[in-house]
Every structure is written in C-alpha cells, then in structure tokens.
C-alpha cells in the first residue's frame, strides 16, 4: 500500500552561501523540468495527431518508442545535476497522456496536462536517504551533496510522522518516487510516497512486550494508546453522554425521595419506595452496562493491536472524586477489563498514577506548569501539543512502575 506523506523540510547547512545557492539549484531544477514536461507532452501528441489519433498504428507505436532519454528535446535543457529528471519526466508524460484518453482525449472532451511552472520537482526513492543526526534530528541526504531537515512540528500528526519515518531509517518502509516543492510561505516541501507492508488477519499474535495504556479521563470516560507505535489511540465514550445521564439518574432520585416524603403510610408509600427500589437497580444497570461496553471496546482494541499487557492507572482514594465514573463503577471497570483480558490471554498491570498527566510522553520532561488546561498538554521543554488524555495513556502505557 502506498501512502504520501507531507513534510515540511529545510536545507541543513551553515553556511548562508551554500544554502542559498542548493535552495536556486532545486528552483532551477524545477523550471527545467517543467520545460522537459511541456516539450515532451508537445511531442508525444505531435506523433499522436501525426498518425490521425490511432494510438494501435505501427506509426505511433514507433513514435512513442523514440520517447527517451536520449530524446533531443531534452538537448538544451540543463536538468538538475543527479536527479534523473528526464525519467521521470518520460513516464510522467505518457502516464498523464494515457489518462487523458481514458478522459476522451480521442473525442475532443479532454486536452492533455498543461504543467505549470510550479509543478513539483520528481525525484527517485533511493535518492532520498534518511538517518538520525546527533541530536536525534531527522536528516535527508538528497542529490548534489544537499542535505535536509525535517521539521516534524509539535501536533498530535507529528507524533504519527516521527513513527513513520522512524519506520524508513529502520528499513520497515520504503521511499517511492517522491517530490519537492515550494508552498505560499515559500517553505519548502517534501511530498513522500512511502510503500507500507500489507498486514493481513485479525490473529491474536501479541508483540513481546507491546501494551496498551488506559486512562480514565475527564473528558472521555476511556482513552487508550500503545507504548511502541504512539500514534495508534483510540478514545471511548464522551463526558457529555455520561454526564447527562448522570444527572437524569440524579433528578429522578430525587424526586422519588421527595414524593417518598409527602406520603406518610399505606399502599401509596409501599408503591413508592418499589418504585425507588427499581430506579435504583436500572442506575446500577446503566454502569454495568455502560463498564461492559468499554471493557469489551478496550480488550478488543488490545487485541487487534496485538498488546501483550494492558497498563491501568492505580488510583489512590484522594484522587478518585475528580473521576467521572466514580468510585464503585471506575472499580467496576477495571474488574470488567481484567476479566475480558484474561479470557483473551491479555496480562493486565497496574501502574502508579503519579505524572502520568504531568509527564511529556515524547520528551519525558515532568513539570506541573507542562498541563496548562484540562484538555490540552503543552510540554514547556519540547513543544509537544496534545490531548491531556492521550498524552496520559502514552504515559500509563510506558510506564514501568507496577503495583501489585
Ligand atoms: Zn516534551
């Protein structure tokens, strides 16, 4: 499966000459072949209307056949030195004009690609090689001795991307044909075509040592990440759909109470503490209810995502009012999820709770001022800027002090 990943990038190079002079050669490079594009468009439909728009005569197969890069069209341009334009530009043409036909060239409904000037420079896979530098950078060596740097940013996307070229520098994924191009602030852009493995089956085949974290948050009752692959979360539930119930429960008890209150004796108080009675036992249904479907949603999600463990939050008491499940259904929960896990051969452990929502699960840096609301973690060493919860279940899921 191919898959294309944007990444802003910059030139890695001290020196303001140099720099300035690779940042021309890729304009250059991309003016030349935007030429090459055009003049090979040009003369492939040249041969094409030559031999009356029939692409099966032998007289256009023969013409697209001198289509190469020895093609003397190609004579006066100066090509970026090392980056194959002219391939690429070949098997652009003729992929862009065999489109057209599909689109009704033949009939006059289409014209073929008119390239712009801004049209983005191709280049190799195998031109691009990717390595960590000593600060855990990620650099690009390119062509013509260039060197780049991502700049991976410090959203929730950015944690996706640090994994994914993580996965190339290890050899897991491979580059495709990829290419370079400038956007409206002028940066420059590095548009990835990267070749992922086919996973195949829903098989129970834990990775050694992969663990889901599960934190019971505030404003989803249940979010949940993986230790390795970070990006890989999933959140459950919402605070609104709970808290609402919540609070119908909360009226209608007490305004069984209170209707309780105003009959004194008899069959009128005997109906009405019945009526408590049943209220009572469909409240502690909707938590159980509720608990079975998170714990299923959460074990299944262990599953598919071959977790050898599932991390939970040990909670001391005094934290446990700011939960919003409460005390006997967060308990509740996590006898649901040991149960389920159990069955489906899933280990579950039980972590300290301290910093899980004060730690940066990218930098490891523990500071009280890192969450500035609720919602949102802000790390003030590294810049990460996530979800507060998903952040927290990074951390569960990492953390490697168990208690009993
Ligand atoms: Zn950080």
New binding site residues.
């Given amino acids: 499966m191919n898959t294309v990943r944007k990444i802003k990038i910059i030139i890695n190079n001290g020196d303001d000459e140099i720099r300035k002079s690779q940042y021309q050669f890729i304009r250059n490079a991309m003016y030349a072949q935007y030429q090459g594009l055009n003049r090979c468009m040009g003369y492939l439909m040249s041969g094409y209307y030559a031999n009356n728009m029939d692409i099966k005569s032998q007289g256009f197969k023969d013409h697209q056949k001198t289509i190469t890069n020895s093609l003397y069209i190609f004579n006066d341009i100066e090509f970026g030195k090392g980056i194959d334009s002219k391939s690429s530009i070949t098997q652009k043409v003729k992929k862009d004009f065999s489109t057209a036909l599909k689109n009704g060239l033949a009939k006059g409904e289409r014209t073929v690609t008119n390239y712009k000037r801004s049209f983005p420079l191709m280049t190799r896979g195998r031109d691009l090689k990717f390595s960590y530098g000593d600060n855990d950078e990620i650099l690009i060596n390119w062509v013509n001795k260039i060197q780049f740097k991502a700049i991976t940013g410090n959203s929730k996307n950015s944690i996706e991307l640090e994994h994914t070229l993580h996965k190339i520098i290890n050899g897991d994924y491979k580059v495709g044909q990829s290419s370079l191009t400038f956007n409206k602030k002028n940066e420059l852009i590095l548009i990835l075509t990267i070749a992922i493995p086919e996973v195949k089956g829903d098989e129970y085949k834990p990775v050694a040592n992969r663990t889901l974290g599960v934190d019971l948050g505030l404003a989803f009752p249940v979010y949940m990440a993986l230790n390795d692959i970070t990006y890989i979360r999933k959140s459950l539930g919402s605070y609104n759909e709970f808290a609402k119930q919540k609070l119908q429960y909360k009226a209608r008890r007490e305004r069984l109470y209170k209707q309780l209150d105003s009959v004194k004796g008899g069959k009128g108080r005997k109906d009405k503490l019945k009526a408590l009675d049943q209220f009572k036992e469909k409240e502690k249904n909707f938590a159980k209810t509720y608990n079975h479907f998170l714990s299923k949603k959460i074990v299944l999600f262990a599953i598919k995502n071959q977790c050898e463990y599932i991390n939970l939050e040990k909670i001391d008491s005094s934290g446990l009012e700011n939960r919003v499940l409460g005390l006997w259904t967060y308990y509740d929960l996590q006898k649901d999820i040991e149960y389920k896990a159990k069955l489906a051969g899933i280990k579950v452990r039980y972590v300290k709770a301290a910093y899980t929502s004060q730690r ?6 523990i500071e009280k001022e ?1 969450r500035q609301e609720q919602s949102k973690f802000v ?6 800027d996530i979800n507060a919860d998903y952040n927290a279940s990074i951390n569960i899921a990492q953390s490697t002090e168990f208690i009993k």
Avoid at 360 to 365: L, P
């Fill in positions: 940066c699960s990218r930098c490891g840096d890192n790390c003030k060493k590294c810049g990460l």
